[in-house]
């Protein structure tokens, strides 16, 4: 039973697709269907059943869906100790980290951290960021870098100048195990382009915007529940014209006159700022399983992330 192996299964059976599957390891189907045939043959049991381009998890299948991560959390704790050993970050580290951050901040941190840690290979995956928690929780990566959950606010003692947190005190969080501490503030302003109707209001309200096509993140998103959570505050309904995961998506159709939207501040330029006094913000930051013992590797990694935190923030627990 190898590595490969098991992350082609687990990677299979998260989407129920071989080619999604590939898509995601950055590997040919074929590749991805014969590590499966590999597992399958070694294990003497069929894992999936193919029904024309649907894939459905057997019995042994499903069996093996809830010991592989602790198979490959072993094997990496394994790697990780034999690492270790010289005292210097190498070997392998598994990072999660959402489109958004990878695009937007993530580059002069792995910029420091390869120059300083060559010995390091970076293993890194872009994720929606519920999917990075799971993958710090089942041990599939050793750290995340992501959006948070309202619960990391607990954290950290922001400045008392950042805007009210209102909308995210009602989101539902989900139950650890892991830990998570926040790195950036993310202040979140209403927008529209430039030519739209709403440019014309001196005072535009939630109210109004309700009423008005909106283009948000996806509502299962932490992203999206704090602008829903927001008009529910006020007792509104939101019904968006349109919605994705992809905040850059989300800009560019404001950006095209589709609707409003609520968007980090630095993806603003060039769109019209509404004027409304209920802002949010989002925390963004490290996920950390506690369960484990991080390898010098995510220490270090975990370290560099913090050196780019934003000035205003002031841990009160450090990781």
């Known amino acids: 039973m190898k590595r490969t192996e098991l992350e082609a299964f687990l990677a299979v059976a998260s989407l129920r697709s071989f080619s999604a599957a590939a898509a995601q390891l950055k590997l040919t189907q074929p590749a991805v269907s014969k590590r499966v045939a590999a597992l399958e043959t070694g294990l003497g049991a069929q894992l999936f059943d193919r029904i024309g381009k649907r894939v459905h998890l057997t019995t042994a299948g499903s069996a093996l869906l809830i010991e592989a991560p602790k198979v490959l959390s072993a094997l990496s704790d394994a790697e990780r100790a034999i690492a270790d050993l010289s005292g210097a970050p190498a070997g392998r580290l598994r990072v999660a980290t959402s489109h958004h951050i990878g695009l937007h901040r993530l580059a002069p941190i792995l910029r420091s951290y390869t120059r300083t840690y060559p010995e390091v290979k970076l293993d890194l995956r872009f ?146 700022r509404l004027d409304l006094d209920d802002r949010a913000v989002r925390h963004l930051g490290l996920v950390i399983n506690p369960r484990r013992n991080p390898s010098a590797a995510a220490k270090a990694f975990a370290e560099t992330v913090r050196s780019f935190a934003d000035p205003e923030i002031t841990r009160e627990t450090s990781a």
């Open 127 to 272: 994720e929606d960021s519920e999917d990075a928690h799971d993958l710090v929780s089942n041990g599939q990566v050793e750290l995340a870098v992501v959006t948070l959950t309202d619960d990391a606010a607990k954290t950290m003692r922001p400045n008392t100048n950042l805007p009210t947190r209102r909308a995210a005190e009602k989101i539902a969080t989900p139950v650890p195990p892991f830990r998570e501490e926040v790195i950036w503030i993310d202040r979140l302003v209403f927008v529209v382009a430039r030519d739209h109707p709403l440019v014309q209001e001196a005072e535009p309200t939630l109210a109004l915007l309700a009423q008005q096509a909106a283009i948000l993140p996806g509502a299962k998103t932490y992203t999206g529940r704090i602008v829903t959570a927001l008009f529910q505050s006020a007792g509104l309904a939101l019904e968006p014209a349109l919605s994705t995961n992809y905040l850059e998506t989300v800009r560019m159709l404001v950006d095209a006159g589709l609707g409003w939207s609520m968007l980090p501040e630095r993806l603003c330029e060039g769109l019209h």
